[in-house]
């Protein structure tokens, strides 16, 4: 039997208990992370995150498959969304198609997401008339960043909340299942949520949006540059790490490590086995 988490469920979840959702891009996150939350998004940030690029125009459609990869196999449980990353979606329906479908077939994750509103609402139907669930995307969008001259937040002006009402509704109306809301106004984003059908996950958005979500690294404390206003840090990964690496360095230095369990001693005592 699925016992996973569709994108149907989550969508009957509106205005339910709120959606926990979090980025994974490896095997062992999305292991640790399953069973807390409802959605897995592999996020297009693993670009940046663990690729070390400058912003997310950096990833693949090759690369995302990698990761969604991956996390299918570290998760059992969760609606696992894979991004659809720059330039894979944008020009026509026909390749919005092709991408998704080649997403959904290489990895068998349950839907993917893509980033825009109206504009792109065209290849958002044509892609779930093909049968793929897709999440929407909207407010400050990553992909977007040179076009908009930097990452900045949507909704301050009366023209910009007309727009995103708009892309709201576009989204909804071509058949997305959720939508992310990023980088929004506050009320702005409360507002949407209560203004459409399906759910509304906030990041950098709204307390009132359906679920939340946030990116790993960030919210473990394991990005080393800058975070932003809206990230709130669970842990502190870096320090762990860096602690972890400083004492190894030293053990190894003055040859305290390997210690006497972490060698093969040729005797044929259990502890020989590589099993730990
Ligand atoms: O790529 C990403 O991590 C995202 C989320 C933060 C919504 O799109
Ligand atoms: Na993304």
Redesign the pocket.
């Known amino acids: 039997t699925d016992i996973r988490i569709g994108p149907e469920l989550i969508r009957r979840r509106k205005g339910g208990i709120p959606l926990v959702c979090l ?1 994974a891009y490896t095997y062992p996150v999305a292991r640790l992370l399953d069973p807390h939350v409802d959605l897995l ?1 592999v ?3 693993v670009a940046m995150v663990l690729h070390g690029h400058e912003t ?1 125009l950096g990833a693949s459609l090759d690369m995302m498959i990698a990761h969604g990869q991956a996390v299918m196999r570290g998760s059992a449980r969760a609606c696992v969304v894979v ?1 659809m990353p720059a330039g894979s979606y944008e020009v026509s329906a026909a390749l919005a198609v092709a991408s998704a479908r080649r997403i959904v077939d290489e990895t068998g994750c349950q839907a993917v ?1 893509l980033e825009g509103g109206v504009d792109i609402a065209g290849q958002i139907a044509a892609i779930v008339a093909a049968g793929i669930p897709v999440m929407g ?1 909207i407010g400050l969008l ?1 992909q977007s960043v040179e076009k908009d001259g930097g990452y900045k937040i949507k909704g301050r002006t009366d023209e910009t909340v007309a727009a995103l009402m708009a892309d709201a509704r576009a989204v909804e109306k071509a058949g997305a299942f959720s939508v ?1 809301i ?1 980088g929004t106004i506050e009320a702005v984003a409360a507002d949407i949520t209560r203004r459409i059908a399906i759910p509304t996950i906030g ?1 950098g958005a709204s307390g009132d949006c359906d679920g939340q ?1 946030l ?1 790993i690294d960030d919210m473990v404390g394991l990005t080393v540059d800058r975070v932003p206003k809206f990230v709130k840090e669970y842990a502190d990964l870096r320090r762990v790490i860096a602690h972890a690496a400083e004492r190894y360095a030293a053990e190894v230095r003055e040859r305290t490590f390997p210690g006497p369990n972490h060698v093969f001693s040729g005797s044929k005592a259990s502890s020989d086995s590589n099993d730990g």
């Open positions: 980025t998004l996020g297009d940030s997310t991004d997401k995307h990553p992310v990023e990041i979500i990116v």
